[in-house]
């Protein structure tokens, strides 16, 4: 048997054998997905990222954003704050409500609504305002009862060129007792657009010595997964948009962390297949037929990227309204398509920066937490209803 990639992944009383964790994506990995990619591959799965201030104050949209899949082990929950007190309150709710075994915690976002409350990837410029809402989580997931919950740290390698904070965060997080810290190597104002910069969480794996480092940032395959652990020494890698539309990705994943190089090269058969389960599993979460193919809509472009399907059979199934729809649209592709190589690679999803870095005023005048940025937390937390990723 060839030896693993990486060992198994350490985080709390958790231990899992494949180092590698899906990246929270807003409206995208929600529940339903989640599923899908369990079925495929072993991991860590974590949920849609919710804003503290909303599951304090229990908006119906946040309670679902916290519902877990059958099954999932661990529950991972994605959390925003940038107020300490809100929050520890939100992580003290989801350990003494049994809501999450594993608490992540969202410093990368690089969306303006989330920056300009200087939430996301803007939080970590204000070294004393990050090291509090660590400590404030770390210590409300200790629990009496039984073990630790783990917060775990994403983050970018900060707002721009001019002003990374990585390091810094990074080594903070370790000492406030942070189970694990990932970094897309990336920063705010990079968006998703260019090449990751993999030498960036080569550079945090030599300063974060005792708690796990993973990497994020174009592992479009399973190959990429492996560069990128070979170039940076991390500790297990992170995948958001190389799923998209291709939930075995995490078979191909677990089997190069295993060392056996066995690839998933899937025919359109097997695609509409996982379609039409990923499409199922929708309807089952919302309870809504029409809901669950409108959120199934999204996904059709990714999942059939590179295959030959005409261009109105595309707009047809991306205006489906019933599974009965989608399986009388599917019965018309050509299933006996093999995998189309090359053709259905590579990235997908955004691959465009960011607008423009959208701070608040003063926000870049010190490293510390004073003035106009105090009064900007002070403020609250971000609108309940917003979701981003990172």
Request: aromatic residues 6%; negative net charge; charged residues 25%.
């Amino acid at each position: 048997m060839a030896a693993p990639l990486l060992p198994p992944l350490r985080f709390g009383q958790h231990v899992v054998d494949v180092p590698v964790v899906l990246a929270p994506m807003a409206g995208v990995t929600n529940a339903p997905f989640r599923s899908l990619c369990r079925e495929h591959g072993a991991g860590v799965y974590v949920s849609e990222m919710v804003t503290s201030r909303a599951l304090v104050e229990r908006t119906p949209e946040s309670l679902r954003l916290v519902q877990h899949e059958p099954g999932a082990s661990p529950r991972s929950v994605q959390l925003y704050g940038v107020d300490p007190t809100t929050v520890g309150a939100a992580v003290r709710m989801l350990v003494t409500e049994d809501l999450a075994d594993h608490v992540d915690l969202n410093f990368g976002c690089p969306v303006p609504k989330v920056t300009r409350r200087g939430g996301g990837s803007a939080l970590p410029w204000k070294r004393d305002l990050f090291r509090d809402v660590v400590r404030a989580a770390v210590r409300a997931a200790q629990t009496s009862a039984g073990p630790d919950v783990p917060v775990t740290v994403k983050m970018r390698k900060g707002i721009d060129p001019d002003h990374l904070t990585y390091l810094d965060a990074g080594r903070a997080a370790e000492t406030e007792g942070a189970a694990w810290v990932a970094l897309h190597g990336r920063t705010a104002a990079d968006g998703y657009a260019g090449t990751a910069d993999w030498e960036a969480i080569a550079r945090l794996k030599e300063a974060v010595t005792t708690i796990p480092v993973l990497g994020n940032g174009d592992v479009w395959s399973a190959e990429d997964a492996v560069r990128m652990v070979e170039r940076s020494g991390c500790d297990g890698v992170v995948v958001g948009r190389g799923c998209l539309g291709r939930p075995w990705l995490f078979a191909d994943l677990a089997a190069a962390m295993r060392g056996e190089p066995q690839w998933v090269r899937p025919g359109l058969r097997f695609v509409a297949q996982t379609l039409r389960r990923h499409a199922e599993l929708l309807v089952e979460h919302f309870g809504d037929e029409l809901r669950g193919c409108r959120e199934i809509r999204k996904h059709v472009a990714w999942y059939l990227k590179g295959y030959v399907v005409g261009g109105q059979l595309r707009a047809q199934l991306g205006l489906v309204d019933s599974l009965a729809a989608l399986d009388a649209l599917i019965d018309t592709l050509d299933l006996d398509q093999p995998h189309p190589g090359e053709a259905a690679e590579g990235s997908r999803g955004r691959t465009s920066p960011a607008p423009r870095v959208v701070l608040p005023e003063g926000w870049l005048d010190s490293r510390e937490l004073d003035g106009a940025a105090l009064d900007v937390v002070r403020a609250g937390e971000l609108d309940p209803a917003a979701t981003a990723g990172g």
